[in-house]
């Protein structure tokens, strides 16, 4: 059926996949498994999958490896397994494009949330109750947001965003030239207030400027920080 939900779950440990399969299958997602990075990789690639999740320690090509090969190629949600004390390799999970991140040891519960939240955001429908008016595309200089299409395009080249970063532009992009706090963002476009680390918000700018710049350092640097409060969508006045 076309509305099956496809999830990949990554972990060297079949307790941890038959736990996640279990609980994401009374869900009535459809479950697939890898066992190793390599593994995982190869799946990714040949099946576009809804939602990965990727645990990061694993023998051979851990999960970094694995979801920075696979954002050369897509922009599959990846919600990346940890371990308490890997926090360095977690923030460098953000900065290859990780969606979002669960720490071991998990409540199987706090799972399904992340998931249901991260394919809520990432449907091509989830961010039209923004309130624009009628109008679903948003023009900007330098930037143009098709809500409808969920695609961003600047000066006539497609950006390819993941999921996250596409929420991060399109809710700076609702009330441009408005100053929003890491805090305000966090609750607002990642939908909760009590797991998250306010560095996630850092590295999703940083990456969204970098994929800006790509096509135009006008557009990325709209993106500006305000020093000591936040971020904002700056518009140019010209």
């Known amino acids: 059926m076309e509305n099956e939900v496809r999830i990949l779950v990554v972990d060297d440990e079949e307790r941890i996949r038959r736990l996640l399969k279990m609980y994401l299958e009374r869900e009535g997602y459809i479950i697939e498994e890898a066992e190793n990075g390599e593994e995982a990789l190869d799946k990714a690639l040949q099946v576009d999958y809804d939602c990965i999740l990727l645990d990061l320690m694993m023998p051979g090509m851990d999960g970094v490896e694995v979801c920075e090969k696979l954002r050369e190629k897509k922009a599959t949600p990846v919600i990346m397994i940890t371990a308490k004390g890997e926090e360095t390799n977690r923030v460098q999970g953000f900065e ?13 519960r706090e799972v399904v949330f992340r998931v249901k939240a991260v394919l809520r955001r990432s449907s091509p429908t989830a961010f039209l109750d923004i309130e624009q008016g009628s109008a679903n595309v948003i023009v900007f200089p330098h930037i143009t947001i098709d809500q ?3 695609r961003v395009t600047s000066h006539g080249e497609e950006v390819s965003l993941t999921p996250k970063e596409y929420e991060l532009l399109l809710y700076l992009a ?3 030239n408005k100053v929003y706090s890491r805090e305000q963002l966090l609750k607002d476009v990642w939908q909760y207030e009590f797991f998250g680390d306010l560095r996630t918000v850092d590295t999703h700018i940083k990456r969204l400027r970098e994929k800006l710049n790509k096509f135009s350092t006008e557009a990325a640097d709209m993106i500006s920080t ?3 409060v936040g971020y904002k969508l700056e518009v140019p006045t010209e």
């Open 96 to 108: 290859v494009g990780t969606d979002d991140y669960v720490v071991k040891p998990f409540s199987p």
């Open 226 to 228: 305000v020093w000591g």
């Open 148 to 150: 409808d299409a969920h």
């Open 174 to 176: 609702s009330s441009p």
